[in-house]
């Protein structure tokens, strides 16, 4: 089974190709998700020596993340999974930061418990994107506040933390809670781990059409706000 995966809910964004669950390649992109697509993910089908009819299942990340980038991943994977009549797998990204720090085991110290994995991906506005995980499993679903209110609720039992907002809040997270882990990288490339989720959700049977992907926002948009305040 071929999976090709797109991230555009980071700063970054990557895109990876995956056979049988196992990563091929992966990929991260420092121009802004409109300049990189189609491009970066037709260059990586060439360098695998792939064509987009080769792709059994297309997968990329809903979220959360920005409204733009997230608009552009989606729309980007739904046309092609549209025009090769394949599925669609949406994977969250907090999902995929989770299950790299489980991965990696990064967060294993010895004989002792796990830590608990905290992922964040910065929502901007002095705010992260941010949820809470207990050997693999969810304990605290989305949420967009400012970091120091994240880190209030998690003195109790310091976590590892992962995503893209972490190197922005590096010193926050030093001075509040200076027992806590950082992994390495802390903002590690999605597209993988998405590709690996996706192929194992489709071994389970897990096969949706395109047009049932759905973003996980989190945060409302801006022409909502507007919306709303207009109504007022």
Known sequence: MIVLALDTSTREGSCAIARDGEVREEAGDGRSHAEQLPQSLMSLLDRNRLSLGDVDVFAVATGPGSFTGLRVGIAAMQGLAFATSKPLIGVSALDALAALAVADRHHAEGGAAPRPVATWI???RGEVYAALYSEGREVEPPTVESPAAV?????????????????????????????????????PLLAGMVARMAAASARAGHRPSPDAIRPLYVRRSDAEISRDARAV
């Open 122 to 124: 910065d929502a901007w």
């Open 151 to 187: 880190l209030a609720r998690l003195q109790d039992r310091p976590p590892l933390l992962i995503g893209d907002a972490v190197p922005i809040y590096t010193d926050l997270i030093r001075r509040t809670l200076p027992a806590a882990a950082i992994a390495e990288p802390a903002a």
